[in-house]
């Protein structure tokens, strides 16, 4: 990939701009003028054909960017109908609204979180991609992001935030995991019927049923529940057999003891009621389990002798709600998952400027400190990291400016319940410039807000310059 | 090395590559999301996940895209952002060049002060100019026209591209200019003959920065465009708000509008990152 040679560009490394500076100032020690025409008229020559070069970029310039910063300031100092002057009502009206504090609190958690992360793992990917020898397609991989909209990207995480775990991928996979640890059960809704040997137990909050009276080795005990529509029952289940008794153990049966279309027997085991599979059954004696069983397809189940005189309960996690995952869009994490999806755009760009300025590394001092018995976390955190500290820094800058400016991602991925609770200052500005109550006044004061904060890298920026022309 | 070390380097060589592999999935995930379920139709994406459809290819269609194709709305969107982002793309090229030459190699009074100026404007943000110039454009009736979100994306293009191209025209030996004027060449010829031919590598890489930079654009468009025509970007955020009813528009139509960035993007890795990486004061 280009990036990891870092030589084509003519300002590649940002670094690199320092020397284009000589050009133009090279040509200041040029003896003026080549003799044949008199100075001045070619002096003046010179000035009109440079303003002939000059002229259209510095007009759009002028009248696009220059102007709207002047007169961003200007407007922001009137209200919304642009006749009457309010002083600084505008900026006062900054501070106090809910909506703006919203999002400058927000901007500023993209501003400390987004950069440090994309940052930080366009490093890591950048020092770790060197060791692969599918390095260049890996890198390929992350840059692109780059190339595509952020509303292209928007679309794609919306998708994958999605809250739906058969839609969206994030919520699969977590509420996956989560199931692997605590399973969902087929009978969230099960419970006991009227006149059932079964009481809840530990109290309604806790979730789980336990028999009135204990159980008996050798007779056998029915534990009997109602609510599970029909078709909600898990494939596989089979009709309920009453338990056959078993000397010396406990036997039972955990079904449905409901009949469709009526006629069927309160806690009996009538011939079209279901079992409940897979139900855990557990035996308790002064507060400890025992033993524990867990139903078969037909819904019975045997306990070993221990559990004679037990009581049985069906525990809560028998009749555990079904996870449906995580609300990545929702009020509390929209901006996390809108960050995320920013940093699965940029990475990409901090690796390949990273990876460009780890190029210009000297290999031989990181061979060396190796050699010195250093190991590859040392050789990373003393050695690397601080070679690579400019190019660090001109990331960091770059994605702070970009972070600031962030509308689309928002704008897109945001569901419209809870733009107000992700809301950033240039959405915030887009809103209050051009929605239905559009105020111009409060939109311009936001403009300048967002100017202010880039100020201090404008400057930056110009210091550079000048320090690099005058080398 | 001895052994202990080489074991232990093999099995941290092991782990890096774990690690690579699963933030490889992680970055292609999303996309391949979006790119199965634009195959799927409506009904099936209802029933259950699009990862159904890595399994089951069967079940992939085109229909999606040849509905979205024979629906006017989305073409005439894509054509509407190729109408913006071609003229966007070489106004900023020609008139960059202008100035980037003039800056690099002509010597007028103020040209220092004029040029860290221009640098200065590097960082403005866009939303600064909304207002003024939505005003300015309604006042002089490019309001809502292609011709007004051109001039727009051109004008904020120009820093990064006189400072881009400032800094490497001004990297040509100038004993090449000075055998050209030797020769008789005038400011003109010396430019389009001598400076642009040098200059190739950086004006494509602009070119490529810029032409993506204006196609993916949703915000100006939002403001400026034409709302009965809108670029492809807008036309999609307006179905973004039904997001959940109409993934089978909604897919194949992102994946339309990152069809041409993409090509771009493969076709010219070198030059994109270049222009990337020269964007990086931006």
């Not at chain 1, 080549?34 to 003046?44: F, V």
């Not at chain 1, 809910?98 to 950048?126: K, S, Y």
């Not at chain 2, 894509?78 to 020609?94: E, F, G, H, Q, R």
């Not at chain 2, 051109?150 to 990297?171: D, E, I, M, S, Y």
Request: aromatic share 10%.
């Amino acid at each position: 990939m280009a990036a990891s040679d870092g030589t084509a560009a003519p300002a590649a490394v940002p670094a690199q701009p320092a020397r284009s500076g000589r050009g133009g100032d090279r040509r200041r020690g040029r003896p003026g003028g080549t003799g044949r025409t008199p100075r001045s008229r070619q002096a003046r020559r010179r000035r009109l054909v440079a303003a002939a070069f000059l002229l259209p970029s510095l007009v759009l310039l002028g009248a696009l960017v220059v102007q709207p910063i002047g007169y961003s300031v200007w407007r922001s100092l009137f209200d919304r109908s642009g006749e009457v002057f309010v002083g600084g009502d505008n900026y006062a009206e900054l501070l106090r609204d809910d909506a703006v504090r919203t999002a400058v609190e927000n901007t500023a958690v993209w501003v400390v979180f987004a950069p440090a992360v994309a940052t930080a793992l366009g490093l890591v990917f950048a020092v770790l991609t060197e060791r692969v020898r599918w390095g260049t397609a890996f890198k390929l991989l992350v840059f692109m992001p780059m190339a595509i909209s952020m509303l292209a990207a928007g679309i794609i995480f919306r998708l994958v935030y999605d809250h739906d775990p058969d839609r969206g991928v994030a919520n699969a996979v977590w509420v996956g995991v989560h199931d692997t640890f605590a399973p969902a059960s087929a009978f969230p809704r099960a419970r006991p019927g009227r006149d059932s040997p079964l009481v809840p137990e530990g109290g309604a909050a806790a979730g789980g049923f336990a028999t009135r009276e204990p159980v008996r080795a050798g007779t056998p005990v029915l534990l009997p529940l109602v609510g599970v529509a029909p078709d909600a029952l898990p494939e596989g289940t089979r009709p309920a057999r009453p338990a056959p008794a078993e000397p010396g153990k406990v036997t039972g049966t955990a079904w449905q003891d409901f009949t469709r279309g009526g006629g069927g027997r309160p806690n009996a085991v009538d011939a079209a009621e279901s079992g409940f599979a897979g139900m855990r059954v557990e035996a308790v004696r002064d507060g400890r389990v025992v033993d524990s069983a867990t139903t078969r397809a037909d819904g019975t189940f045997t306990l070993s002798a221990k559990a004679d005189g037990a009581l049985l309960r069906l525990p809560a996690s028998n009749f555990r709600e079904a996870y449906a995952g995580v609300e990545w869009l929702g009020p509390a994490l929209v901006t996390p998952a809108v960050i995320g999806a920013y940093v699965w755009m940029w990475a990409g760009f901090a690796m390949v400027l990273i990876a460009a300025g780890l190029a210009a590394v000297p290999r031989e001092l990181l061979e060396a400190a190796r050699v010195d018995g250093a190991g590859e976390w040392q050789v990373f955190r003393r050695i690397t990291v601080p070679l690579l500290a400019p190019v660090l820094v001109v990331v960091l800058v770059t994605l702070v400016i970009n972070v600031m400016k962030i509308f689309d991602l928002v704008f897109v991925i945001a569901p419209g319940s809870v733009q107000d609770d992700a809301n950033v200052l240039a959405l915030q500005l887009y809103r209050t410039s051009f929605g239905t109550d559009a105020d111009a006044g409060l939109g311009s004061a936001i403009a300048v807000l967002l100017l202010v904060l880039v100020v201090p890298v404008m400057l930056y920026n110009i210091r550079r310059m000048r320090r690099e022309a005058r080398r | 090395m001895s052994f202990v070390h080489a074991a232990a380097s093999k099995a941290a060589g092991g782990a890096v590559r774990v690690f690579l592999v699963l933030a490889g999935l992680f970055w292609l995930l999303p996309t391949i999301g979006l790119l199965v379920s634009s195959f799927l139709d409506a009904g099936e994406l209802d029933r259950g996940g699009w990862w159904r459809g890595l399994t089951a290819p069967a079940r992939l269609t085109t229909a999606n895209y040849e509905r979205l194709l024979a629906d006017g709305a989305i073409t005439g969107s894509l054509l509407s952002t190729v109408a913006i982002a071609v003229p966007a793309t070489l106004l900023v090229l020609v008139l960059g060049s202008c100035a980037g030459y003039a800056f690099a190699w002509l010597e007028f009074p103020g040209r220092d002060a004029l040029f860290l100026a221009v640098v200065a404007l590097l960082v403005v943000p866009v939303q600064v100019a909304l207002i003024p110039v939505s005003e300015l454009f309604g006042a002089i009736g490019l309001f809502e026209t292609t011709a007004g979100v051109v001039l727009f994306h051109t004008a904020f293009g120009l820093p990064f591209a006189v400072f881009l191209l400032r800094n490497f025209f001004a990297q040509i030996p100038r004993e090449l200019l000075e055998a050209a004027r030797l020769d008789g060449a005038g400011e003109l010829r010396l430019f389009a003959q001598v400076v642009l031919p040098l200059g190739g590598p950086a004006i494509a890489s602009l070119g490529i920065f810029q032409f993506l930079w204006v196609w993916n654009d949703m915000l100006v468009a939002l403001v400026f465009a034409d709302s009965a025509n809108p670029p492809i970007t807008v036309a999609l955020q307006q179905q973004v708000r039904q997001f959940g009813n109409n993934i089978d528009v909604l897919a194949p139509g992102a994946f339309l509008s990152m069809a041409v960035p993409l090509a771009v993007f493969f076709a010219f890795q070198r030059q994109f990152t270049t222009g990337v990486m020269a964007g990086a004061v931006k």
